[in-house]
């Protein structure tokens, strides 16, 4: 499996952005996808899930109600939509898959829940 992350770059606060993530996997629709994001000297943190076969999706506290993800089975690809940035979120982006079977609720935002990362995508907010 691999995985393409893009649509990252640099933004003015309160702006928006779409990242996306390309996997190349037969049965995309049987993975359960993960934002994690990391800024400099802090480690990975999770920000959103999506499970698999249309299951529920999931958010870190800091960016409900701002940021939506999504997929497209079709197109074996993962958004994550980002609305009203800050310099907070400011880091790399990376998107994660998870095979069948699919994660409990709990520990979707967990990295070790994760099989494979792709190479991540920089966002950068300025104030």
């Known amino acids: 499996v691999q995985l393409q992350a893009s649509g990252g770059g640099l933004v003015q606060a309160g702006a928006s952005l779409r990242l996306s993530c390309a996997a190349t996997?037969?049965?995309?629709?049987?993975?359960?996808m993960g934002w994690f994001r990391q800024a400099p000297g802090k480690e990975r943190v999770f920000v959103a899930a999506?499970?698999?076969?249309?299951?529920?999706?999931h958010y870190t506290d800091s960016v409900k109600g701002r940021f939506t993800i999504s997929r497209d089975n079709a197109k074996n690809t993962v958004y994550l939509q980002m609305n009203s940035l800050s310099p907070e979120d400011m880091a790399v982006y990376y998107c994660?898959?998870?095979?069948?079977?699919?994660?409990?609720?709990?520990?979707?935002?967990?990295?070790?829940?994760?099989?494979?990362w792709g190479q991540g995508a920089l966002v950068t907010v300025s104030s």
């Open positions: 994660a898959a998870k095979g069948p079977p699919r994660p409990i609720v709990s520990y979707v935002s967990s990295t070790t829940a994760y099989d494979y």
């Open positions: 996997v037969r049965t995309f629709r049987d993975y359960t």
């Open positions: 999506i499970r698999s076969n249309g299951g529920s999706t």
